[in-house]
């Protein structure tokens, strides 16, 4: 019998250690919900306590990645522990601003007449600004690191190949650098939704004015959509540095499985609440 549970106990750490490793994403998304589900009240009592706090996150994460450039000091904030993994996070985007946008997402195709969906909701407006920090510092070292590289690439194929030993696959480069020419077009839009969200800006929009602006979210999914799946199918084909081996292809493809089912379900539970809402008013 203790033989038999300690075999259990191996499976399910093994099977959690898949989880978390090989599906970040999916794991990170699940926590995050909890998290802010718990923390709902709390976010809405106290807000700008929350948004001074992963603001600071987001700065000290952009200053280190100033530091890289600029050599401001020798200390390296991402060799802190604790606080250096948190920092990475907010660059990286899969362990937390990514998850928290598709909440942000999934609770308005979701019923609000579900005790969580209605914890959400209530700080849907708060998660909005929260996310944005991380978001935003993505954005800007992304644009710093791979914008101009995108552009080269472009510009002159030939050239880029033969300098860069990695770049082995031109199809799977066009692919990689066409998704990081089109977080630029995100990257406007999103500034655009963010700035928005904060109640000063709304207040002095006006709800319908707001509204309407507001509907240029279901772009922004789309094309983050987009985005995930052109960045995860490049790098499959043409690998990062130091990928290519078995575990860097098992994240790759699950990574574009992972963006395909969040992002096919969500179109799924979207179309559906649209349907109901329109029979009800029949």
């Given at each position: 019998m203790i033989k038999l549970l300690l075999e259990?106990?191996?499976?399910?750490s093994q099977g959690l250690h898949f989880v978390f490793d090989y599906a970040e994403f999916l794991s990170c998304l699940a926590v995050w919900t909890l998290v802010f589900v718990l923390l709902s009240k709390s976010i809405k009592?106290?807000?700008?306590?929350?948004?001074?706090?992963?603001?600071?996150?987001?700065?000290?994460?952009?200053?280190?990645?100033?530091?890289?450039?600029?050599?401001?000091?020798?200390?390296?904030?991402?060799?802190?522990?604790?606080?250096?993994?948190?920092?990475?996070?907010?660059?990286?985007?899969?362990?937390?601003?990514?998850?928290?946008?598709?909440?942000?997402?999934?609770?308005?195709?979701?019923?609000?007449?579900?005790?969580w969906v209605k914890k959400l909701l209530s700080i849907r407006k708060e998660m909005s600004i929260i996310s944005g920090f991380p978001v935003l510092l993505h954005s800007l070292v992304r644009i710093t690191a791979n914008f101009t590289d995108a552009i080269r690439f472009f510009s002159d194929k030939a050239a880029y190949m033969e300098k860069n030993e990695?770049?082995?696959?031109?199809?799977?480069?066009?692919?990689?650098?066409?998704?990081?020419?089109?977080?630029?077009?995100?990257?406007?839009?999103f500034l655009i939704l963010w700035i928005t969200s904060f109640g000063s800006v709304h207040k002095k929009l006006g709800a319908?004015?707001?509204?309407?602006?507001?509907?240029?979210?279901?772009?922004?999914?789309?094309?983050?959509f987009l985005h995930s799946i052109l960045l995860h199918t490049g790098w499959l084909i043409n690998p990062l540095r130091g990928g290519g081996n078995n575990e860097y292809i098992i994240k790759e493809v699950i990574a574009i499985c992972s963006t395909i089912l969040v992002f096919g379900s969500y179109l799924f539970l979207r179309i559906r609440k649209a349907r109901k809402s329109r029979l009800s008013r029949q």
């Open positions: 259990l106990i191996d499976y399910i009592k106290h807000a700008k306590s929350y948004y001074w706090f992963f603001g600071t996150i987001a700065f000290l994460s952009l200053f280190q990645s100033l530091n890289w450039i600029f050599h401001f000091t020798e200390y390296n904030l991402f060799t802190t522990p604790v606080l250096g993994k948190v920092l990475v996070s907010n660059i990286h985007l899969v362990e937390f601003g990514f998850p928290l946008l598709v909440i942000i997402m999934y609770v308005g195709a979701l019923s609000p007449k579900q005790a990695w770049a082995i696959n031109e199809t799977g480069l066009s692919i990689t650098n066409s998704g990081y020419l089109l977080g630029i077009v995100m990257f406007v839009l319908r004015k707001w509204k309407q602006i507001q509907k240029w979210s279901y772009l922004l999914y789309g094309l983050l």
